[in-house]
């Protein structure tokens, strides 16, 4: 039986990377780091940790005085706060009915994101999300986040549950790797922008209104 379902945050929940990745494109623009277009897809739901590393990497390639990648994620997030966002118009549309849904059949719901806590704090705010997320999860609590399992391993703890009776939603390569390394199964949101490898995934859906479908169908005739 499946008795928790665990969400990503960004490509999942809300389709916030091509508006961050916009953003990283500009500030990058304006501070003349050129990365290749190949190098910024691969962003996508990586770890802060590693964004971080990016930072600098580029940074010091371009030929910049040395910064910390500490203190450029720093300047990025005052960067955007000059754009406004609102993380309701951009959520996937089923998502709130697909917690309902869950909470309504006695499944427990949390999400797992390589975000900041404040940002998992915000986001589930703004889109009204919070009330159903009995667990709460930020890559930033683990020295290593997504694609190492920990970021899971840690979820499936804090759930009560053992990895077999939760399943992730995930989009991302790095975030399939990390639930598939828990032993979770996975659900692999479609999405063709940014190349994911989501070959070990176990389902895919085109939006979060299947995932029902998944979850019925794999615990047969208990959730129907």
């Not at 910390?68 to 709130?96: P, T």
């Not at 849904?101 to 719901?109: D, F, Q, S, T």
């Not at 709460?136 to 190492?148: L, R, T």
């Amino acid at each position: 039986m499946i008795r928790a379902v665990i969400f990503d945050m960004d490509g999942v929940l809300i389709d916030s990377e091509p508006v961050y990745a916009g953003w990283l494109e500009a500030f990058l623009k304006k501070h003349h780091v050129e990365v290749p277009d190949s190098e910024l897809r691969r962003v996508a739901g990586i770890s802060s940790q590693d964004f971080k590393k990016k930072l600098q990497s580029w940074w010091a390639a371009s030929g910049k005085p040395y910064m910390s990648g500490e203190d450029i994620d720093k300047m990025f997030e005052k960067y955007c706060d000059g754009f406004s966002l609102s993380f309701k118009k951009i959520m996937d549309s089923h998502a709130e009915e697909v917690m309902a849904w869950l909470k309504e059949a006695g499944c427990k719901v949390a999400v797992a994101s390589s975000s900041p806590m404040d940002d998992i704090k915000k986001v589930l705010a703004d889109t009204g999300l919070c009330k159903y997320v009995d667990v709460k999860v930020s890559g930033e609590m683990f020295a290593n986040s997504k694609p190492d399992p920990q970021i899971y391993l840690y979820t499936v703890n804090q759930l009560g549950l053992e990895a077999g009776e939760c399943i992730a939603v995930e989009d991302s390569a790095y975030g399939i790797q990390a639930a598939s390394g828990a032993g979770v199964k996975v659900i692999a949101k479609r999405d063709d922008r940014f190349g994911f490898d989501q070959s070990l995934a176990d389902y895919r859906v085109d939006h979060l209104g299947q995932v029902m479908e998944m979850i019925s169908k794999e615990n047969g005739d208990a959730m129907k």
